[in-house]
């Protein structure tokens, strides 16, 4: 299985890149690793490791797109960057079957839609990253949590349809539920655009809905799918993700200035601090997929380390082996005759 | 000084309510509390406790509006709920320096606007609470978090303009510094709303703009005050309390299943999770004003205790002490010189 890794992106690149890109194929035998970029940087980088195996193919892309470029700009007018080559290749190559890169949020996103397409019928892909929760078993899908800052209600019925056939290609479940964010759970809170999608969503037969909830419900794991615009996911990640750092930093700051007991308790509690942190390290659950376009596209981290870049690959393998193209172009194509040309 | 409560609004009321109420009138000697509810139940609860002072007077309300009543239909028909008696005597008893309700959010908003009334000069009042952060002796104020989910950019630079003004009255801030609320910190990224909001931020002379942020600052303490819409703020509020309600639930999850070295290690810890709560409790930091009113009114959490009353019944002597009224009508006029007719 060939997946190809944008290794001059993110802020721990090439480094940690191809250390994950190493890690990948040492562990995972049917992998095979394709890194875009300065060919002899990334030659060196495998020597530091000491990597002399044959999983790993470079393919020379001299520039590197920045978070300062513009986006668009920058993915049509910097075609040996090492984000545009992986872009062309994850087109191009058949038994390609995903990509990861660690690069600017703008410029992955752009280049997902103008570079590797829109499924047919998808009107705008969406980032959809699974969330950690209460229960150590469930995470929750968060659909758009950065695409589309700028969101219509006929955009957010289809992350509901996509994040449903997502969630059940990947997770088995059933009759995923499905809710909608809002500012609380009355039907008669929310801005304008969430009073008309939850009218479209409440009247759509191929999703369970089960109504709107509030940001205080975001990790209950209660619910399979979190439908909201862009622009609100983002906020709704990152400041849970704010509040995880400042927690975990306070509590810090608490147990080194209480005393001899509680430095001991610390100590104690080391490895269960350990244990709090891989249940609900976002970093470890991987990078967020752009659900809608014609492949696996993987946005990770930007401060993505190697463990990250392992875990996308992992992550690009579940996704392939869960038949979830196949299983989107044919519920997309459903839906679109459902829903007939009310787009149009 | 007089402050008006609620005794029927929130999860506990009004039995929390009132504790909260006796505890301020036994706790500072300068407060007197006016209760307005059901006049018998009211009684009982004071009976209860044991209350036999004269600095409690109850106003009877017999009727209670609830979570489920149309917020302005409420406000409008039910004149004999504890929520319209309260606001009716802030807005005409000028000895009545603020009010509390833990009640419905809508209802307290819209009753603030309709019965309490604005400000000469401002256009939307905005709900602006503390939000605890890193640093034990910083707070940033986060304007609007949930009166105005529909907002305009001329909305969010008068967000500003208040927080501002707020900040620097209660906590002696010279320059607060402001920030907007994006999906990333490039002027670039945010949608239609946030970039023209930061353009005319930008250009405010009255203000110490310092750009965009994203969610993952949310709390790092950086910033004095945190403008965006009502709907992206009370996304970003919630989330932070459902990470740290989460947060709290899987290290006690994992602190009982992680064998007697770490029971031991949270006894031993006992305290310093106390004092942990305590810094990043959004219950202690109090309630939520209702900035831009003519009075000072609080909205105090759905689930508040008497602790979170008492809170708040602090937190109106505190504003009230800043002069903040005086300050904010004169830093609305002198801005709305500055604006000129744009909003017309």
């Given at each position: 299985m060939k997946i190809v890794i944008d290794a001059f992106g993110g802020d721990y690149s090439p480094s940690e890149i191809v250390k994950g890109a190493v890690t990948a194929v040492n562990?995972?035998?049917?992998?095979?690793?394709?890194?875009?970029?300065?060919?002899?940087?990334?030659?060196?980088?495998?020597?530091?490791i000491g990597y002399t195996g044959t999983k790993i193919e470079i393919v020379h892309a001299p520039d590197v797109i920045s978070c300062d470029d513009s986006p668009t700009m920058a993915i049509r007018r910097k075609s040996e960057s090492s984000l545009v080559k992986?872009?062309?290749?994850?087109?191009?190559q058949d038994?390609?079957?995903?990509?990861?890169?660690?690069?600017?949020?703008?410029?992955?996103?752009?280049?997902?839609l103008f570079i590797v397409g829109r499924m047919e019928g998808v009107k705008r892909p969406a980032l959809a990253p699974f969330l950690p929760t209460l229960f150590e078993d469930k995470k929750t899908l968060l659909i758009d949590c950065g695409a589309n800052v700028d969101s219509k209600p006929e955009y957010l019925l289809q992350f509901a349809i996509m994040g449903s056939i997502y969630v059940?290609?990947?997770?088995?479940?059933?009759?995923?539920?499905?809710?909608?964010?809002?500012?609380?759970v009355e039907e008669s809170k929310g801005n304008d655009l969430v009073h008309k999608a939850h009218e479209l969503l409440k009247n759509c037969p191929e999703i369970n809905f089960c109504g709107n909830i509030e940001g205080r419900d975001l990790l209950s794991g209660e619910f399979d799918v979190i439908v909201t615009d862009g622009f609100a996911g983002n906020v709704a990640m990152k400041s849970a993700e704010s509040t995880i750092n400042t927690f975990t930093a306070v509590l810090?700051?608490?147990?080194?200035?209480?005393?001899?007991g509680s430095k001991i308790g610390g100590l104690l509690l080391k490895n269960t601090f350990k244990k709090l942190k891989h249940r609900i390290n976002y970093t470890e659950v991987g990078g967020s997929p752009f659900?809608?376009?014609?492949?696996?596209?993987?946005?990770?981290?930007?401060?993505?380390?190697?463990?990250?870049?392992?875990?996308?690959?992992?992550?690009?393998?579940?996704?392939?082996?869960?038949?979830?193209?196949?299983?989107?172009?044919?519920?997309?194509?459903?839906?679109?005759?459902?829903?007939?040309?009310?787009?149009k």
């Open positions: 562990l995972i035998d049917e992998v095979e690793i394709i890194l875009t970029g300065d060919k002899e940087k990334i030659e060196n980088e495998l020597k530091e992986a872009l062309s290749i994850l087109k191009e038994d390609v079957v995903g990509m990861v890169s660690a690069g600017s949020t703008g410029a992955v996103l752009a280049g997902g059940k290609a990947m997770r088995g479940v059933e009759n995923p539920k499905v809710v909608l964010l809002s500012n609380g810090k700051q608490e147990i080194k200035s209480g005393g001899l659900l809608g376009l014609e492949k696996i596209l993987i946005k990770s981290h930007g401060s993505s380390k190697a463990k990250t870049i392992y875990t996308c690959v992992l992550q690009i393998m579940e996704i392939h082996k869960s038949n979830y193209i196949q299983n989107m172009r044919e519920g997309i194509a459903k839906s679109n005759v459902i829903e007939g040309e009310s787009d």
